[in-house]
């Protein structure tokens, strides 16, 4: 699958808000202080750790709106597999716009590429099944376009961007309707003709329900291995399926073993580790 990067349009402003709280009202008082206002260098980004690399495009901006002329040649892409050690790209310029965009690039590139890395091991758990690993909308306030573009650079895909996406019936909506059947013609009722519609269901009863009525994505929440068998019989076909909730990776393969299409993961996005990244000087 190719990897489409975000318009600069769309990472710009997370990255310049990032750089503004940084910065705060003084600027950077220690590179000012101490380094010279003409000295130049260069700088390895080096990963301290195996995993895939996301959120390249973030940190050279980060660099580039603290100063325009420092330029980050790249050795590898996002999506790309690293080993300890590797080299990810060479950052040279003027010393203290380096010093002073470190840290922002380096939180973007370590948190986006932490979220790809625990995607890749995911997709890879479940190798060899027809489910593919999708995200949730659990992330980071004022983050979501970049984590979502981090778990397609770990092989995974995107489950809704916002509420306005799809319609997707839970639990709540369900008890306040009176039942999955009155959820789901409501929904048909006030849905446009572009909009699918998906609900949770806890219990094979409530499927057998659902099937009754027909919906296009059916979320099967929190239900054992052989739960999940057996719902995938009784769909048959006829919907898409999706599991959820409280996979790991000691247990994601068990749940795609299932048969079922997507396995959706919120604690890729909201939990995953950053991943070590380092900057350092190049000799």
């Known amino acids: 699958m190719s990897l489409a990067p975000l318009p600069r349009i769309v990472i710009e402003p997370m990255v310049r808000a990032a750089l503004v709280e ?54 590898v892409e996002d999506g790309t597999r690293v080993r300890t050690g590797d080299r990810i790209a060479t950052i040279s310029g003027p010393s203290r716009g380096i010093l002073t965009g470190e840290r922002t690039a380096l939180n973007f590139l370590g948190h986006l590429s932490g979220i790809a890395t625990v995607t890749t091991s995911l997709v890879d758990a479940v190798a060899g099944t ?49 039942g999955v059947v009155n959820a789901i013609r409501r929904a048909r009722a006030g849905a ?11 219990t094979l009863e409530q499927l057998r329900e659902v099937m009754q009525e027909g919906v296009d994505a059916v979320l099967l929440d929190n239900m054992t291995p052989s739960q999940l068998r057996e719902a995938v019989s009784i769909i048959d076909g006829r919907a898409i399926t999706e599991a ?26 909201h939990s995953a580790p950053t991943l070590d990244i380092g900057l350092d000087a190049k000799d």
């Open 192 to 202: 446009g003709h572009m909009v699918k519609i998906e609900i949770e269901v806890d």
């Open 244 to 269: 959820s909730g409280r996979v790991t990776p000691a247990t994601v393969a068990l749940v795609a073993s299932s048969g079922i299409d997507l396995v959706s993961v919120g604690w890729c996005t």
């Open 130 to 178: 027809k489910a593919s690993i999708a995200c949730t909308r659990k992330t980071t306030p004022g983050l979501r376009a970049l984590e979502k573009y981090a778990v397609r650079a770990g092989g995974g895909m995107n489950h809704r961007f916002a509420l306005s996406d799809a319609i997707l019936i839970k639990d709540n909506h369900v008890a306040i309707a009176g």
């Open 22 to 75: 940084d910065l705060g009202l003084a600027g950077d008082i220690t590179s000012a202080a101490v380094i010279p206002a003409d000295h130049q260098s260069s700088f390895l980004m080096v990963a301290r750790q195996p995993g895939t690399i996301a959120g390249l495009d973030a940190a050279e901006l980060a660099f580039q709106l603290v100063d325009p002329t420092i330029t980050m040649t790249r050795e």
